[in-house]
């Protein structure tokens, strides 16, 4: 009779043909593809956290931010250059460890472009009938595509140009960035703001290397010489003084009002400088050189006092 029923698939003849091989005795079982042991992951011992490195990155940041604190207090009705000088300092500051640290193709020329583009935004904060942001967006676009066409000209930077975009975008927009505090310095309660944003974000850049150089724990990452304890107690710790900043000054500010833009500022910094941590480690494990010592330990205070600065800008627009 012919065989009736659901036709047999070449797999179930495949498993029902032929007789099983008796397991011998000690042998191993055999194993299923998905039951084989994956290889054990190699342990990456952690870097160590260096206490006086922690300690003189903690100093450079309170530097900074008194420095950058005391200069807004020069700023005036019609006497804003002192405050200028200040600020272009601290921009040629950024560009020389921004683009040591990131080593961007035609790096001259680009650290060239970016002290011209830094000079003429602080002349158009300063010289500009109404004070805006917008001078300074045009500037950083331009001096983006100057930076960009001029690593194209020569062949031997043009292959590595494509992975440089952003490197050249940060370190460009980066010193376009600190002309934000001439702009702010021009609106009513603008300086105040800057008073209270970047002693908020000095304050917290300083305890948070303060609190590593003590207790860096838990680490973020073995490859990151840095702990959560000293982010989240750094942006508290800025928040508080920007409140109690808020308490001495006059109208509009308040200390809640004064908290808030605080904490904004206070978290901007220390979040970049952090991310600049992350930044290094990553390039010293895909094998790069690692970068001038110096620069590479300016390059986070210095990125954190970047981005506050917009972040105050924004928050004196929101709040107050």
Known sequence: MPRTG???TDGERRERGGPRRARRAGEPARRSEDEIDEPEEEVVPPV?????????IAGFAALLG???VLGAQT??????LPFAFIIFGVQLLFVLAWTMAMRPPALLLVAGISAAVAAVADIAAVQTDIAGLAPLGYLAAGGFLAAVLGQLVRRVDRVRVTDSLGATLLIVVGVVAFGTLIVLSRIPAGTQAITVCLTASGVALTVARLTDAV??????APQVPRGAAGVVVGAMVGT????LLGSYLVAPFTPTRAAVIGLVAAVTA??????????????LMAGEP???????????????????????????????
Do not use: K, N
């Open 290 to 320: 690692p970068t001038m010592w110096v620069a590479r330990h300016m390059q986070g205070p210095l990125g954190g006092f970047a981005l506050a600065a917009p972040a105050a800008y924004a928050m004196c627009m929101l709040f107050l």
């Open 215 to 220: 207790l860096p724990w838990p680490r973020l």
């Open 48 to 56: 160590e956290v260096r206490r006086p490195l922690a300690l003189t």
């Open 6 to 8: 659901p036709p047999v």
């Open 75 to 80: 700023s005036g009705p019609g006497h804003r």
């Open 240 to 243: 508080l003084i920007s409140a």
């Open 66 to 68: 008194v420095g950058l």
């Open 270 to 283: 220390v979040l970049s400088d952090l991310a600049v941590g992350y930044a290094e480690a990553g390039r």
